[in-house]
């Protein structure tokens, strides 16, 4: 009680500055919550994938129901499609970053299986049915191999960066760069917002056919004030090495697998980057914002219920381009309602999105709706869900309205349950639209999870190591051995008439 008292007694004192940004904190908080209580079993799950040793089982397969498409030839894609599946055997154990892969398919009555995959920090493993070695890459051999192929363009000092892939895995970024970019930048503009530009009054509004005493506060910035603020997040860009550091290490982790993206182009990416935090603040000073920035905050229970946010701004006073966000909403523990024009024009054009949804969750039961609409094209999503002993039940469609193609609708249905430390799930999807009726093609994924003791990897003991070999020996190792086993492989499967025709 005490602690609720303190954030009353925190509201009822808080400038309206301090008001304006708590009920924006207070609205997104308040949104992952609900989000976080309707899918506790599916986090839960996620989380112990990320801190324990974890294996999951999933299956692939499809239907296919068309008698018009049988050829002249008398082949049927149903009976390929139908007795068709993929399974995938996946482990992960994230804390010492280790993963495995097991691929095995029947396709069409051909069978496929011994396709092996391992990673750590160091090295990645590969196993294929048709040669006895295990292929293996060392992370220090990239920049090495790369500098045999080309030793104007590549250092040797260039890996996979192979941890960029676990790193990426935890999120999209690191807990200490967010708190240093929340501490440094969004700290930096909040100090530098005028008190002045802020005014609090009451008004009482209609939200969702609810009338609502509010507290509006409105945000008032000059062109000036808001260049003074711009300018001084520009400064501390400019000089700022951490900032730059995450910059370049995201950059690495988005680019994984691309090896041309080495520290080369790191550097050319800062270099960039200083040019444009420089090009920006000299032309900050001729940049037109003629009315300032103004956005109104309608707040009820601590939480936004209104707003209303425009901007024009442009190069030149002929160049003007102006946004808007009008709208509302609601959010309650059983009920999320929210109703948003996004608009914007300029000399030349002018359009709005809106994006409108109604979510319902009471007594372990969801209806849902959602719909993004622009002009005379529309998106919606229409959901049921029903959650009872940590097993959920769901049916999603999403449909898409437009008079080009007609529109069609994707359905999407299953039932997932987790339990102590496994999970079981079933999904099928399927197409509607006004060519293709929903039983005629459908894709279905059947999912197995539980903890396990260690990760598999790979034997060592028959390894090649492709790292270690030239441009050419690794030339001559495909053509020479791998080519020529594949194609003995491939024609052994062949002759058993696996395909079915």
Sequence with gaps: MAGGSAAAFMYLNASPKASYFLAEKNTLEYMTDQFENRYQPELDWYEKTQQEKTAST????????????????????????????????????????????????????????????????????????????????????????????????????????????????????PEEDLEYLEEEYMKLIYDELPEEAFTSSDETIDVNEQSISAEKIALDLSEQELKDIMKTVLDKMENDDRLKEIIKEQAAAQQFGNTMYMQNDLDTLISDFDTAIADMKTGLEDFRIPDGLKSTLWI???????????????????????????????????????????????????????????????????KDSIKIAMEDLELSYEGSETLEDGSREFDRTFTLQEPTSGGGSLLWSGNASYENDQMNSEHNFSLETPDISQDMISFNIISEGKTIDSVESLSEDNVKNIGGMSADEIQQYIENDITPSFQQWLFGILAGGGLGF
């Design 300 to 366: 009820h229970d601590d939480k936004i219920v209104q707003r209303d946010f425009s901007i024009e701004m442009g190069p030149t006073a002929e160049e003007l381009g102006l946004f808007t966000i009008k709208g509302s909403q609601l959010l309650t523990e059983t009920n999320q309602f929210f109703n948003y024009d996004f608009s914007f024009s300029d000399a030349y054009s002018d359009g709005t999105v809106n994006l409108a949804g109604d979510l319902n969750w009471e007594d372990d039961q969801a």
């Design 58 to 173: 999933i299956e692939l397969s499809g239907s296919y129901n068309d008698p018009a498409a049988v050829t002249g030839y008398g082949m049927d894609p149903a009976m390929f499609i139908n007795n068709s599946s993929i399974t995938i055997d996946a482990q992960s154990d994230m804390q010492n970053r280790q993963l495995y892969t097991g691929l095995s398919a029947n396709i069409g009555g051909m069978e496929v299986s011994d396709i092996e995959f391992f990673l750590d920090e160091e090295k990645v493993m590969l196993g294929l049915p048709f040669i006895e070695e295990v292929l293996q890459f060392n992370d220090e051999d990239l920049g090495p191999l790369l500098q045999d192929i080309d030793p104007n363009l590549f250092t040797g000092e260039e890996t996979l960066n192979l941890e960029s892939l676990f790193d990426s895995a935890q999120g999209v970024l």
